[in-house]
């Protein structure tokens, strides 16, 4: 199974962004679905997560309010939906996917957890 994550670009502070993140194959059965990023210099991050099947998601405070995650179950697809974009989101932003139960109750906040990982796409907000 292969996730492609694309849709990353250069945007100005306030503008709005839509990420894709999608799977190779229909058949796959994803447990959850998240958006991680890494800016240069620092640590990977959690942004966002989402659970299939549910209504169940998950945001970093730092993207609360702004950033929002959803699945179209018919294009093998989740979005991440980027607005009021701020100079301190720039980073890669990477998708990753579980087919497998959680351990913990922060499990989404583990990379380790995810078995399956997309390419990254730039995401360059200017101020």
């Known amino acids: 199974v292969q996730l492609q994550a694309y849709g990353g670009g250069l945007v100005q502070a306030g503008g709005s962004l839509r990420l894709s993140c999608a799977t190779s194959?229909?058949?796959?059965?994803?447990?959850?679905t998240t958006w991680f990023r890494q800016a240069p210099g620092k640590v990977r991050e959690f942004v966002a997560a989402?659970?299939?099947?549910?209504?169940?998601?998950y945001y970093a405070d730092s993207v609360k309010g702004r950033f929002t995650i959803s699945r179209d179950n018919a294009k093998n697809t989740v979005y991440l939906q980027m607005n009021s974009l701020k100079p301190e989101d720039t980073a890669v932003y990477y998708c990753?996917?579980?087919?497998?139960?959680?351990?913990?109750?922060?499990?989404?906040?583990?990379?380790?957890?995810?078995?399956?990982w997309g390419q990254g796409t730039q995401v360059t907000v200017s101020s």
């Open positions: 194959e229909r058949t796959f059965t994803t447990y959850a």
């Open positions: 990753a996917a579980k087919n497998t139960l959680p351990h913990g109750s922060t499990w989404y906040l583990r990379g380790v957890e995810y078995a399956y």
């Open positions: 989402e659970i299939a099947s549910s209504n169940i998601t």
